[in-house]
């Protein structure tokens, strides 16, 4: 049995693609996975299953949700050891200080990572865009809602990424850790 962490992307934003937490565990379990849990009202499930293919488990997920709830919604998954190896390798340590202005995105698609490189070479000023093999890492040194990294990322449609604060992601380290 392997866990893994599903990440959806832009649900219960406003009004528009609301689920409820405890309907996304029952739809969770009706496509067969165990120990269901969620955190945070934002699509975020850590979950067991016996085979840990991302990719297929995305796509399980994003068909559930269209034909339960009416509504499309990317669906990101990864291994626990892929969450562990993008913690592990960010490559921005000063911004931890400071988790609400520091996210990582996250892709299903290891090209979708590949394309922001070109992104990162910019001079960001007091911002930062790093990549890395598991996830980018985004510093927001004036806020999320000013950052001009986060406006780039929104302008390409040339990809699927979603963003978790450092401090959600630790969570959900710790969710998938057992602590």
Not at 39 to 61: H, M, Q, W
Not at 99 to 128: C, M, N, V
Not at 135 to 148: D, H, K, N, Q
């Amino acid at each position: 049995m392997a866990q893994c962490i599903a990440l959806l992307r832009g649900i219960n934003v406003g009004r528009a693609k609301r689920i409820a937490m405890a309907d996304l565990r029952a739809l969770m379990e009706n496509l067969g996975f165990r120990h269901v849990r969620t955190l945070l009202n934002s699509g975020n499930v850590v979950f067991d299953t016996p085979r840990p293919n991302p990719r297929k488990i995305a796509a399980t997920i994003e068909a559930a949700i269209e034909a339960h709830c009416g509504f499309t919604a990317a669906a990101i998954v990864m291994t626990a050891a892929t969450l562990q190896t993008a913690i592990a390798g960010n490559p921005i340590a000063h911004a931890t200080k400071e988790p609400s202005k520091f996210l990582l995105g996250f892709a299903q698609d290891a090209d979708d990572l590949e394309r922001l490189r070109a992104l990162a070479e910019q001079d960001w000023k007091t911002e930062a865009l790093a990549v890395g093999g598991a996830a980018a890492y985004i510093w927001c040194a004036e806020g999320v809602l000013a950052s001009g990294v986060l406006k780039a990322l929104g302008r390409r449609k040339d990809l699927t990424l979603t963003t978790r604060n450092w401090a959600t992601v630790l969570k959900l380290q710790q969710m998938t850790s057992g602590a």
